[in-house]
């Protein structure tokens, strides 16, 4: 009997140690931050020790009158910077004003390539579920416009960015700013389903700002980008910032109450199990002891039996 309690009672102790190792894994599974939920990069500001631009003429003179990409980040490059970021406010009238001074008002705009693109979900994504295909309009939610220029270059993943926008057609659902970055597409954009940013400012209104335009990579693939309206705004980076008074900071997360009050779920769930434990530890020790008595108990009148039999036997002989 007691043999059998005791296996019960080792069962169900393992059993309830079981579950308690099921709790805490679960609980630092839900903790590490490899669970967390994608798309959360954070929202990263660099500090921009000064802005250049130049006006057509350097693509005319340089790189054959071409305006695109390529052309645009080695005017930069060249000369000690990189494409801009329109990462804040304050930068984002950096660029206008920029874009005003290199603008030739005949042409009623004037445009710049940026640095940033969705290039990596085009080109490096190698999950296929997340691919940017720019020739399919119901999977472009899936283009990821990141800052990717000097600081921004993600030092994890290569070729990566700051995500801060989502989606390459303005009628999609989902489409929308990342990380807490503000978005200046002109009104209607992006509406092109192209993967490369391009600044426009609207020379013909007095006090414009810059909006963006979703294009090609060369200009002369865009319905409206001739390459004579084209200029180059730079900028040289210093550092990253974690704070700002120019910037749009991202949303305030809200922790579940469960999430940050999981200790206490935690204790509410092991008292219990921890006192069952006990209870069948008390269990246990009482009905070993009972058998134990009951043992003791019923050897000696065995014995005396015996004993008795035998004298009695050998009283007869």
Same mark, same amino acid.
């Given at each position: ?31 590490? /931050?490899? +669970?967390?939920? #994608?798309? @959360?990069?954070?929202?990263? $500001?660099?500090?921009?020790?000064? *802005?250049? !631009? ?108 700051? /995500?801060? +926008?989502?989606? #390459?057609? @303005?009628?999609?659902?989902? $489409?929308?700013?990342?990380?807490? *970055?503000? !978005? ?134």
């Amino acid at each position: 009997m007691a043999a059998e309690v005791g296996m019960r009672a080792r069962s169900v102790v393992r059993t309830v140690v079981r579950w308690m190792a099921l709790l805490l894994l679960l609980q630092c599974l839900g903790s590490h /931050p490899s +669970f967390t939920v #994608a798309g @959360n990069e954070g929202h990263v $500001v660099v500090k921009i020790k000064k *802005y250049f !631009s130049f006006p057509y003429s350097e693509l005319r003179h340089n790189y054959f009158g071409l305006a695109n990409y390529g052309s645009s980040s080695s005017g930069c490059e060249l000369n000690g910077g990189l494409l801009t970021a329109d990462q804040t406010p304050a930068a984002h009238d950096s660029i206008t004003n920029h874009l005003r001074k290199v603008g030739d008002a005949a042409k009623r705009q004037v445009f710049t390539y940026m640095g940033g693109d969705a290039y990596y979900s085009y080109y490096w994504e190698k999950d296929s579920d997340k691919v940017c295909d720019v020739d399919n309009k119901y999977n472009l939610l899936n283009c990821i416009f990141e800052w990717n220029q000097g600081e921004f270059v993600d030092t994890k993943v290569k070729h990566r960015g700051v /995500p801060f +926008f989502r989606g #390459a057609r @303005n009628s999609l659902d989902g $489409v929308g700013p990342l990380n807490g *970055y503000t !978005s200046y597409w002109r009104e209607g954009y992006p509406a092109h389903g192209q993967i490369y940013l391009i600044s426009r400012l609207d020379l013909t209104k007095e006090g414009s700002n810059a909006t963006w335009y979703d294009g090609a990579v060369h200009a002369d693939d865009n319905p409206d980008t001739p390459n004579e309206a084209f200029g180059v705004v730079c900028e040289v980076q210093d550092r990253i910032i974690t704070t700002t008074t120019t910037t749009t900071l991202p949303p305030k997360e809200v922790v579940p109450w469960v999430q940050d009050n999981w200790y206490i779920i935690l204790i509410l769930v092991l008292l219990p199990l921890l006192a069952l434990i006990a209870l069948i530890v008390i269990i246990c020790c009482c009905c070993c002891r009972r058998t134990g008595d009951k043992s003791t108990g019923t050897v000696p009148m065995e014995l005396q039996e015996v004993s008795g039999n035998a004298v009695y036997g050998t009283q007869q002989g």
